[in-house]
């Protein structure tokens, strides 16, 4: 069955997203740890790569928990996020953890052209809120990757409900993931569901950590 999705426009996520993080100052909506998929990804690097830092990509960096942790490592860390108070809060994070992040560029994830130089490209729930455009950014993420570099993407999925107001978001279908990334070394991939406290509505995820061969 075909999907019809549109493109989100980028002033309506950042008004959003802004809000979410803006409502706060002292909390950490997603907290300030890392997440599971940016633990896992960085020792699936340092396995492969022992003593080599990569050069991390994190689209839709929110407020900065994986940014800062791979910083931490003493990793170069570009973070983009389209939410100026997100990067705000980041920026703040990576202050009093005393960590540099490389860049933090406050962008529409579809202005920013992916680059080759990135060879750990981490997007934690973001790339669903490009709408229609994010098989094809995905696409373009992968085109460009250098053979030999890892892609870290955590997509809503359609197993479980989720949002109360989808808007047009994509959410891929269970598996689709697996799929998109054919060709490529799967080093982990999960299909999950969480419940979200806040609305007592459950949400499903596809994660997948995969390395261009
Ligand atoms: C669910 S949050 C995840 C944040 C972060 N990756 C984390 O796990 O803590 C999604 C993030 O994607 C960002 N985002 C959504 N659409 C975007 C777009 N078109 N360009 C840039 N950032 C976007 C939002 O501002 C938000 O910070």
Redesign the pocket.
Same mark, same amino acid.
């Given at each position: 069955m075909s999907k019809l999705y549109q493109h989100?426009d980028?002033n309506t996520?950042?008004a959003?997203? *802004?809000q979410?993080?803006g409502a706060d100052q002292d909390s950490?909506?997603?907290?300030r740890r890392p &997440?599971c998929?940016?633990q896992q990804a960085a020792s699936l690097w340092e396995e492969l790569w022992p003593g080599e830092r990569p050069e991390v990509l994190?689209?839709?960096?929110?407020?900065?928990?994986?940014s800062v942790w791979f910083a931490s490592r003493g990793w170069r860390v570009t973070a983009?996020?389209?939410?100026t108070v997100?990067l705000q809060k980041a920026s703040r994070l990576a202050m009093e953890q005393d960590v540099t992040i490389t860049a933090l560029i406050h962008? *529409?994830?579809?202005?920013?052209e992916p680059n080759p130089v990135y060879n750990l490209v981490?997007?934690? &729930?973001?790339?669903h809120?490009?709408g229609d455009?994010c098989i094809l950014y995905l696409r373009k993420l992968q085109e460009v990757a250098a053979i030999g570099s890892l892609h870290a993407i955590?997509l809503m999925s359609t197993a479980a409900e989720g949002p109360e107001d989808t808007g047009n978001m994509y959410r891929v279908e269970p598996g689709e993931l697996l799929d998109l990334y054919e060709g490529w070394r799967i080093l982990d991939t999960s299909e999950n569901r969480v419940c979200i406290l806040r609305t007592g509505r459950y949400h499903s995820f596809s994660e997948l950590i995969a390395q261009k061969v």
């Open positions: 989100i980028a996520q950042a959003r997203w *802004d979410r993080y950490w909506v997603f907290g &997440s998929m940016a994190d689209l839709g960096c929110g407020e900065g928990r994986d983009v996020d389209i939410s997100g962008s *529409d994830i579809l202005q920013f981490f997007a934690g &729930s973001s790339l809120g490009l455009a955590r």
